[in-house]
T-cell receptor, first 109, second 114 residues
């Protein structure tokens, strides 16, 4: 969606960290999400952050939110081949989810 | 068993044909959504329904219609398919939890219009 922007591709070496960036425009967004889409499958929620938080950590995943700049990032530590997928950033204000175009992450050996 | 199922998973059809894509869910959610996914464009909302009697247009509803037959079923129709409706279509469901809106997606239907 045009309200959420993210780069389209990221290539990372196995074992390195991946950082996927996203910018959004709706300052009233209450929650921001990261969804993962594996080949041939639907989207699955990976993690989310409430808008009054700056950071959320969940095992290998770290989400950073800069509300002032409307910037969201997802860091995947120790990237594995199973992390190869399309990652979508999304924002919500009540019922509607607005998605970015998705970042295709390719993990190379 | 999957919580959100879509049928068919793949469909090839010709311009002008009427097509119905079906979605069923066992999650007991009131809210259901239809999206289309195009490369480089992400997901765009076609229609959404908050309950059986509440159906709303999304950002790209032209050329589509929907029917909410029951809480668990939400179908999407293309009355007269055209090639630029070739896309991956997803159904999703959610439960109202204040402003938190985790959506659960089906596996998708790949539609090709020749």
């Amino acid at each position: 969606g045009e309200d959420v922007e993210q780069s389209l591709f990221l290539s990372v070496r196995e074992g390195d960290s991946s950082v996927i960036n996203c910018t959004y425009t709706d300052s009233s967004s209450t929650y921001l999400y990261w969804y993962k889409q594996e080949p041939g499958a639907g989207l699955q929620l990976l993690t989310y952050i409430f808008s009054n938080m700056d950071m959320k950590q969940d095992q290998r995943l770290t989400v950073l939110l800069n509300k002032k700049d409307k910037h969201l990032s997802l860091r995947i530590a120790d990237t594995q081949t199973g992390d190869s997928a399309i990652y979508f950033c999304a924002e919500t204000n009540d019922y509607k989810l607005s998605f970015g175009a998705g970042t295709t992450v390719t993990v190379r050996a | 068993d999957a919580d959100v199922t879509q049928t068919p998973r793949n469909r090839i059809t010709k311009t002008g044909k009427r097509i119905m894509l079906e979605c069923s869910q066992t999650k007991g959610h009131d809210r259901m959504y239809w999206y289309r996914q195009d490369p480089g464009l992400g997901l765009r909302l076609i229609y959404y329904s908050f309950d059986v009697k509440d159906i709303n247009k999304g950002e790209i509803s032209d050329g589509y219609s929907v029917s909410r037959q029951a809480q668990a079923k939400f179908s999407l129709s293309l009355e007269s398919a055209i090639p630029n409706q070739t896309a991956l279509y997803f159904c999703a469901t959610s439960d109202k939890q204040g402003s938190y809106n985790e959506q659960f997606f089906g596996p998708g239907t790949r539609l090709t219009v020749l």
